[in-house]
């Protein structure tokens, strides 16, 4: 008895370390799918997981405890402490990482990202709050966001702790190089990933808001005197007021300079607060922002100013135009304005 006893343990301890061996070690530093997602120990085929024995089996708990998990992912804090918080029984977070395992019915909303990614508990309150907005990044049409939500951007994460465009978002054709590109390729009318954003407000002929900030034309020239000013266009400076902290007119402003990705209380997902400007000063940095109906000159305020200027409403002095123009900026400001049915050339 005592002989089978051992080799009952010795055989429990060579399945445990073969399990760990397949799963990565501790302390990487980084996380193992950071050059391709296939880096991780992929659960696809039967013979993947412990040879088998393990495939198909939805309890991952039974053989992978706490410890081993945290130990494992050690290369993102985070991510290592979410194991003392989510359930045992919470699987949707592996099969993200790890494949399928031959579990049937799996989905996009099997995979549970918000479990984790709207918990405080877990990611904290700066991270937690940007999925608790009453506007959502809502792609599926259901009015809120949602794990299937997540992975049309999010397919591929490294889940490292920092968004790097090159890993952290789901690729068309070729890898992203800036958040900006990550937005317009959807934000460009083609239905790409399944997903047809809305038209523009204020020239609701226009879906494609690549080219409105691209511009239009076989040439450049032509294309940066069709595009937004916040776009490809080069600006002429301001005659109302000034930049600012360091933006200036011969930029291409980043989409996340006025708006949240994930969710905002302001329409449109408009920025809450001037700290997505990074280039702004810390005075616009630290107001808040509040859309009210079609007033939008709490976000402007953030990057444009004039010492002479009235209260925005948020503490920040708003731009002064002369009486021949209207107050409210998106009267001549908007996405589309320069290729749109006005052709004005503003915004």
């Given at each position: 008895?005592?002989?089978?006893?051992?080799?009952?343990?010795?055989?429990?301890?060579?399945?445990?370390?073969?399990?760990?061996?397949?799963?990565?070690?501790?302390?990487?530093?980084?996380?193992?799918?950071?050059?391709?997602?296939?880096?991780?120990?992929?659960?696809?085929?039967?013979?993947?997981?412990?040879?088998?024995?393990?495939?198909?089996?939805?309890?991952?708990?039974?053989?992978?405890?706490?410890?081993?998990?945290?130990?494992?992912?050690?290369?993102?804090?985070?991510?290592?402490?979410?194991?003392?918080?989510?359930?045992?029984?919470?699987?949707?977070?592996?099969?993200?990482?790890?494949?399928?395992?031959?579990?049937?019915?799996?989905?996009?909303?099997?995979?549970?990202?918000?479990?984790?990614?709207?918990?405080?508990?877990?990611v904290g309150k700066d991270s937690a709050?940007?999925?608790?907005?009453?506007?959502?990044?809502?792609?599926?049409?259901?009015?809120?966001?949602?794990?299937?939500?997540?992975?049309?951007?999010?397919?591929?994460?490294?889940?490292?702790?920092?968004?790097?465009?090159?890993?952290?978002?789901?690729?068309?054709?070729?890898?992203?190089?800036?958040?900006?590109?990550?937005?317009?390729n959807c934000h460009d009318g083609n239905?790409?990933?399944?997903?047809?954003?809305?038209?523009?407000?204020?020239?609701?002929?226009?879906?494609?808001?690549?080219?409105?900030?691209?511009?239009?034309?076989?040439?450049?020239?032509?294309?940066?005197?069709?595009?937004?000013?916040?776009?490809?266009?080069?600006?002429?400076?301001?005659?109302?007021?000034?930049?600012?902290?360091?933006?200036?007119?011969?930029?291409?402003?980043?989409?996340?300079?006025?708006?949240?990705?994930?969710?905002?209380?302001?329409?449109?997902?408009?920025?809450?607060?001037?700290?997505?400007?990074?280039?702004?000063?810390?005075?616009?940095?630290?107001?808040?922002?509040?859309?009210?109906?079609?007033?939008?000159?709490?976000?402007?305020?953030?990057?444009?100013?004039?010492?002479?200027?009235?209260?925005?409403?948020?503490?920040?002095?708003?731009?002064?135009?002369?009486?021949?123009?209207?107050?409210?900026?998106?009267?001549?400001?908007?996405?589309?304005?320069?290729?749109?049915?006005?052709?004005?050339?503003?915004?």
């Amino acid at each position: 008895m005592k002989a089978y006893s051992r080799y009952i343990i010795a055989v429990f301890i060579l399945a445990s370390l073969a399990l760990l061996t397949a799963c990565g070690s501790s302390g990487d530093g980084d996380s193992p799918i950071r050059d391709m997602k296939g880096n991780a120990p992929q659960l696809t085929v039967p013979k993947n997981h412990n040879g088998g024995s393990a495939w198909g089996n939805d309890k991952c708990y039974l053989c992978h405890n706490i410890k081993k998990l945290k130990d494992i992912h050690a290369y993102n804090t985070k991510l290592a402490d979410s194991f003392d918080t989510v359930s045992e029984t919470d699987i949707g977070a592996c099969l993200y990482c790890h494949g399928t395992n031959g579990i049937q019915g799996i989905t996009a909303d099997t995979y549970q990202c918000l479990t984790c990614h709207k918990d405080e508990a877990v990611v904290g309150k700066d991270s937690a709050d940007m999925f608790h907005g009453a506007n959502v990044h809502d792609f599926n049409g259901d009015g809120e966001i949602g794990n299937s939500d997540c992975v049309v951007c999010h397919a591929w994460s490294d889940m490292n702790g920092t968004i790097d465009p090159t890993v952290d978002f789901t690729a068309g054709s070729s890898a992203y190089t800036d958040i900006n590109s990550v937005c317009l390729n959807c934000h460009d009318g083609n239905g790409a990933f399944g997903v047809m954003p809305p038209a523009l407000k204020f020239e609701t002929e226009v879906t494609n808001l690549f080219a409105t900030f691209k511009g239009l034309g076989s040439t450049e020239s032509e294309m940066k005197s069709t595009a937004d000013i916040h776009g490809a266009k080069v600006g002429i400076g301001q005659s109302f007021g000034v930049f600012r902290g360091t933006y200036s007119n011969n930029m291409e402003l980043p989409c996340l300079s006025c708006h949240q990705v994930h969710s905002s209380d302001n329409p449109y997902l408009i920025t809450e607060s001037g700290k997505t400007a990074a280039l702004a000063d810390s005075d616009a940095k630290n107001a808040a922002v509040k859309v009210t109906e079609n007033n939008f000159s709490e976000l402007c305020a953030v990057c444009h100013t004039n010492p002479a200027g009235a209260d925005a409403g948020n503490g920040l002095k708003e731009v002064v135009h002369t009486s021949t123009y209207s107050s409210n900026c998106t009267d001549c400001h908007y996405h589309g304005s320069g290729s749109g049915t006005d052709k004005n050339g503003l915004f």
